[in-house]
């Protein structure tokens, strides 16, 4: 087993800055380590060029800035064509990076959800009708803006269309050219206190971090995980993360699914705790 990470924009021989630690914990504890120009597979201009320096024949789990699906679809091929192969394939990322790839697994222990295909506003309001008035929250598949909370965020009441359609609508602006899926509107819950991450091996939580935001927020002492578990096994996805906050009711909610390989880990956790966990066949 391989460990990729994004090259130094400026030095591509070097690890980007950001994922130095994690690629230098690696080295330590025996991993083979290559580069991938994240840049090139982004955008799909060159993905052959961008992993020239992968060896074949490998299996290789990515650790780097986000992909889109597509993106990811098109590292995975180029890795293919020199006979390596990814951990997480094509098809696991995508249902761990989009909403609509975990919600049905995971609709027990999440908010209620309706999505669209594309960014139209018939599909939108259909969605709308159909998780009915109310506070909501609205996302695309894989990313909500909630820097930009009452803007792009959070709509005070489903039943007001056009004040729906206004947020959507800048959210999907702020996204740009990285909107993805379709719009997908949450029923609004109430959390209290920061978010967690737990890190998940094949089904199981092997690691529990601070979220990224709030790195420095001590762990709780009652979260329990037990319900989850099968849950989580039953995706059978390789390696993902999943966020936890509390309900003003006491009761932990999922905030968030994602892909393991692209989510970040808290300045709080050290690096090689991170690397312990990946599996090494």
Known sequence: MMLLFPADVLRPRRVDEHFAGEAQAARTLGWPVALVDHDAVANGSDCAAAVARVPGDEVVIYRGWMLSSRAYDGLAGALAARGTRLYTNAEQYRCGHELPGWYAALSAFTPASAWTIGAGWDGFDTARSALGPGPAVVRDYSKSMKHYWHEATYIPDLADASAAWRVAGRMAELRGDDFAGGYVLRRYE????????????????????????????????????????????????????VDLARRTDGVWRIVELGDGQVSDRPASAAPEDLITILPRT
Do not use: K, N, S, Y
């Open 190 to 241: 109430p959390f209290t206190g920061a978010e967690v991450r737990t890190w998940w091996i094949g089904g199981t939580c092997r690691l529990v971090t601070a979220h990224p935001d709030t790195p420095q927020q001590p762990l709780p002492d009652d979260l329990d995980l037990t319900a989850l578990h099968p849950a989580i096994a039953g995706l059978d996805l390789p390696f993902v993360t």
